[in-house]
């Protein structure tokens, strides 16, 4: 079954610093991975995902993600962190075994100080 | 474009009574799912629609159950109602095929009292 994990439930990072979101996927076959960021009290935001090519993609509000098939993973990055970026992140996988669903990971806190 | 709708955005309902929330896709998107996300417990897969019909649904007991229109809009109808059925229900919309993006709507809050 395809799953992702995210091992940090918080990261906290100064505001300018650069930033990473981890995320480690566990598929068969070739995966396709999104970032999603959710606000307080709002619904799911697409970021950004990966489906084949260039291992480096580029998504909304200057977030990027890098894809690498040796590690099983797909860390969300922004090279100058906002404050306005705090928000809960998830990571998720298609699933095609029949659902068409994605699996997401636990999420993670994103915590960006001024 | 307009995004993806639902309502209401809360409900409340008392134990063992029936909810019914409505999603509304993205013009064009065909297929529309429905995810729960109850503390604690992450954003769990519920049910999948396309092109009226019921495709696949997650390890959710038959109480829950739903329907897509032919405009494509969606309902998902809880029974029996449970207090820990009390979550975010989330609505997304997407073209067919798994390379597809599934953008979400805001969500539905449901309490269960």
């Known amino acids: 079954a395809q799953s992702v994990a995210q091992p940090e439930d918080q990261v906290n990072v100064a505001e300018g610093n650069p930033l990473t979101v981890k995320c480690t996927y566990s598929?068969?076959?070739?995966?396709?991975l999104f970032w999603y960021v959710q606000y307080p009290n709002r619904g799911l935001q697409f970021l950004l995902k990966y489906i084949t090519g260039d291992n480096l993609v580029k998504g909304s509000y200057g977030f990027e993600a890098e894809f690498n098939k040796s590690q099983t993973s797909f860390h969300l990055k922004k090279p100058s962190a906002l404050v306005s970026d705090s928000a809960l992140y998830f990571c998720?996988?298609?699933?095609?075994?029949?659902?068409?669903?994605?699996?997401f990971g636990q999420g993670t806190r994103l915590t960006i100080n001024p | 474009e307009a995004g993806v709708t639902q309502s209401p955005t809360h409900l409340i309902k008392t134990r063992g009574q029936q909810a019914t929330l409505r999603c509304s896709p993205i013009?064009?998107?065909?297929?529309v799912y429905w995810y729960q996300q109850a503390l604690g417990l992450g954003l769990q897969f519920l049910l999948w629609y396309d092109e009226g019909e019921e495709r696949n649904r997650g390890n959710f007991p038959p109480r829950f159950s739903g329907r897509q229109f032919p405009n494509y809009s969606s309902e998902l109808n809880v029974n029996a109602l449970e207090l820990e059925d009390s979550a975010l229900y989330l609505c997304?919309?997407?073209?067919?095929?798994?390379?597809?993006?599934?953008?979400f709507g805001p969500g539905t809050r449901l309490l269960v009292l």
């Open positions: 998720a996988v298609r699933d095609f075994q029949g659902a068409q669903k994605l699996v």
């Open positions: 013009s064009g998107h065909t297929s």
């Open positions: 997304a919309s997407s073209l067919v095929g798994s390379r597809e993006t599934q953008y």
């Open positions: 598929v068969s076959g070739n995966p396709y």
